[in-house]
């Protein structure tokens, strides 16, 4: 595949977080006719990939991410119907849609759990992962859950503890049952068959584990009362994720992706490079997501390691994808500072990203700068981090569409999060109406980014420049710096300006003494010059 092109090197993707998206039906919570209702407001922007979050029937224990059939929508999201019309009038303005699949683990009311708990000795058993207790009756073996305590819940009918890598309520599936196996590919074909463009994979770095579940070495003495990251990185994760034999399933499924000339993204998350490189080989996904930028501080040297890290590991046949923002981690203005700087340094960031290598994606609200909403402790929905710096609830706040109740969000008062805190200028139509805005200035980086082949095909080159706050690249004739300090910068320009992520640096546009042109480069501010 090296070489040859694909529809997804020139996307530009869009994340929907369907709870918290747009609800037309007043139930307060997002559907599937709310994401067709704002497409407008993405091919304005310029997005040409749109991903939409899990909107399959659910419990909700994890707000879609804990699945009861796969191939149904939940009444709350809309049906069938609802999903084509999305698809159809998605495609009607040149986005392609992904979706959300779940394959690491189930809802326990999925019929396959409920069928392994009604008949221990059935064809569905072997479809999760039990175990006996160990001798002293705990756990039978020492794996902590991605959420924070055991990944081992005892089921008192059938006397055996199921694994899950996420809540109790998410039971993990068996990938060394070929079974299983066998009812994902219907699954693939059903939703490819309606027409959508690919998956995004969750939690693709879980799949299959060890095959005799051996314990991990434990780095350190592990407490369930710390936080959830805390009692995670108490063990080296040798057995639990990133068996080798998940590439097997990736590239079988990108046979089947093949036939429709869909696209695979996967959850890859895992912070080491090089890890992260690894799941990245053998023509299994077709590009994984780097979460380094989720974990870093507004520092130059920090910034220059993770975006170069997963390019140099990442080989050249699968992109990396880039988010600055998710709905699981607060958002990078909140990140970077909050409030303006915040504001900022995040588009800042995102400048760059757009700028690398890869396939960026904007996660909902990114557009408008938000920060995250604030969420009182009595409204608090998210089942994971019980206090407010763990919980996600901050970064799922509703989409602010307009001013006026609940922002354009629903028709109803009682939305599952409240509406964050937003204020008008927040809002999309606002921000829509003014060439001065958030939106303005993503949109043209959007804009920016899918007209310059270079930067979705020139080779990277990292340059060094004199000042320990830049972070500079090239992409053939293209120049990009940002400036990671506070301090202004003065930055010479031999060719054209071509994007800044501030107007003000035109106006500064003055020749030196030397006679060169240069202009000042503000502290957290990037510029992209077309050199001759
Ligand atoms: C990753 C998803 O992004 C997150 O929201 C979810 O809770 C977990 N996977 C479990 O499915």
Known sequence: MTGSTHWWHDAVGYMVYLPSFADTDGDGFGDLAGVTL??????????????????????MADFGYDVADYCAVDPRFGDLDTFDHLLAEAHARGIRVIIDLVPNHTSRQHPWFQAALADPGGPYHDYYLW????????????????????????????GQYYLHLFLAEQPDLNWRNPAVLDEFDTILRFWLERGIDGFRIDAAQTLIKDADLR?????????????????????EHVHDILQPETHAIFQRWQGICQEYDAFLVG????????????LLQDEGLHAGFWFGPMQIQWQAAQIRQTLGAPLAHA???????????????????????GGELGRRRAFTFVTLLFCLPGLPFLYQGEELGLVDGIVPPECRADPVGADVTLSRDGCRTPMPWRPGPAFGFSDSEDTWLPDGGRTDSDTASVQRASTDSWFARYRSLVRFRSREPELRSAALEWLSVDSGNVVAFRRGTLVIMANVGDDPLEVPIDGELVFTTTPLI??????????????????????????T
């Open 267 to 278: 959850e890859t998350y895992v912070l080491d490079p090089q890890r992260f490189g690894d």
């Open 215 to 235: 314990s991990n070495p434990q780095i350190r003495r592990w407490e369930s009362t710390a936080a959830r990251g805390e009692q995670w990185d108490s063990f």
């Open 131 to 158: 175990r006996d207790p160990a001798a002293d009756s705990g756990p039978p073996n020492n794996w902590v859950s991605f959420f924070g305590g055991r990944t081992w819940t005892l089921e008192p009918g059938t």
């Open 38 to 59: 704002h497409l407008d407001h993405l091919a304005d922007l310029g997005v040409n990939l749109l991903w939409v979050t899990p909107f399959y029937p659910s419990p």
């Open 315 to 337: 080989g050249t046949r699968a992109r990396v994808a880039w988010l600055a923002s998710s709905q699981d981690e607060p958002r990078a203005p909140t990140r970077f500072g």
């Open 506 to 531: 035109v106006d500064a546009h003055r020749p030196s003494s030397a006679g060169a042109t240069h202009v000042v480069l503000p502290g957290s501010e990037a510029l992209v010059i077309r050199t």
